[in-house]
C-alpha cells in the first residue's frame, strides 16, 4: 500500500523558508534606515550656515561608521586637501572602503572606512555592494558642501572688494573736488607770500613769518597734489621703464638711513625683467613711499628685500619687511586717504592712498600680507605690454 507524503514536513520547510526571507528583508531594511539616517545626518551639518567648514566635517566623519554594516568594528577619516579628520579610536584596517572627493574635475581628498582587524573579517568581504554606493553619495555631498562654502567665500570676498571700491571712489572724488577748490586760494597766499619776502628792509619776525607762511602753503599745495594723484586727476606720462633701474636708484637714496636704522638690505632682482610702460617719477614715488613705509615699520632693525620678477601677463616687484606687522582692521584701512596709525605731526596718511592711486592708473594692482610681529609684505603687479613697448622703441 503506497504511503502519503508528510505534508508536516513541507509545512516546516516552507515556514523556514519564509522565516528566512524576512530576516532578509529586514536585515536589508534595517541597513538602508542606517544609511539614510547618515545621509540625513550630513544633510543637517552641511546646510548648518553658522557651523565653519572644519566644524562641519569633524561632525559629518563621526556620523559615518554607524552607518556601515559592522558598526562597532568600523571607524572614519576624511582627508580633504592634507587635512586629516577622524572618528574616534580611528586605527588603520586591512579591510577597508573609500571614495574620491572630486571638486571642479580635481582630487582633494577621500572618505575612507576602515574596520578594525579581526579573525571573522579576513576570509570575507564586510562590505555590502550598496555601502560602496553610499560612500560614493557621501564623497559628492562632501564635495558639494566644500564648493558652495568655497563659492560663499570667493563672493563675500568680491562683494567686500566691491563696497571698498566704491567706498574708495567716493573719497576720491570728494577728495578731488576739496583739492580743486583749495589749490587757487593756496597759490594766492603763497604768491602774496613770497612777494612780500621780496619788500627791502623788512623786520626780521616778519621775515620769519613770511618764510612760515610760504613753507606751510607749499606743504599744503604738496597734499593737494597727493589728493589728486589719488583721485586720478591727470593721465600719468607713458614712457618705457625699468623697474629694476628705478629700485636701484631709489635704494641708494635709502642705504644710509638703513644702516643707520641697523636694517639689511636685500636685493633679488631678475636680470631679465621686461620693460613697462609707466610714468617714472610716479613709480619713484611708489617705491620711495613703500620703502618709507618698511623702515618706519623696523625702528629697531630687520631685513628689507626688494624683489622683481614677470610671467607671461604681468610684471612685478615686492617690498618685505621683518617690522611689527599690521592687524586685520589696519589692513583694511591702510588704503584709505588719511589714515594713519602715527602721531598727527609725523604723517598725513596719504603716503598708501596715493600708491594706491598711482598703481591703479596704471592698471596695476597692489596686495598686502601681514601679520603682527612678524613683518608685512607688499606685491604690486602691472600689466606686460610687450607690443606697445616696441611700438615705442620703433622695434
Sequence with gaps: MQSKPKKTNIRANGHKASAGNT??????????????????????VASNPNLPLERKLKDI??????????????????????????????????RRQTATICIAGRNRGTVEIHYRNGRSLLKMNPFLHEEQNLIDNIARQIALMIEHEEDSAIKAELQKQLIRTDRLAAIGQLAAGVAHELNEPLNTILGFAQLAQKTPDLPLQTKNDLEKIADASLHARNIIRELLIFARHGKPGRTPVNLNQIIMNELKLFETMCAKSGVELKRVVDSELPEILADKSQLRQVISNLIVNALQAMPDGGTLTLQTSFDASSVKFVVED???????????NIFLPFYTTKDVDQGTGLGLSVVHGIIASHKGEIFVKSEKDKGTRFTVTFPRQQETVSKEYGI
Design 61 to 94: 566623519v563621526q556620523l559615518l561608521p554607524p552607518a556601515w554594516q559592522y558598526q562597532h568594528r568600523a571607524c572614519a577619516r576624511i582627508i580633504i586637501d592634507g587635512q586629516v579628520f577622524q572618528s574616534p579610536g580611528f586605527c588603520n584596517g586591512e
Design 23 to 44: 530576516d532578509v528583508s529586514r536585515t536589508k531594511l534595517r541597513e538602508r534606515v542606517k544609511e539614510l539616517t547618515c545621509l540625513y545626518g550630513i544633510a543637517q
Design 322 to 332: 621683518t617690522g611689527i606687522g599690521m592687524s586685520d582692521e589696519v589692513k583694511e
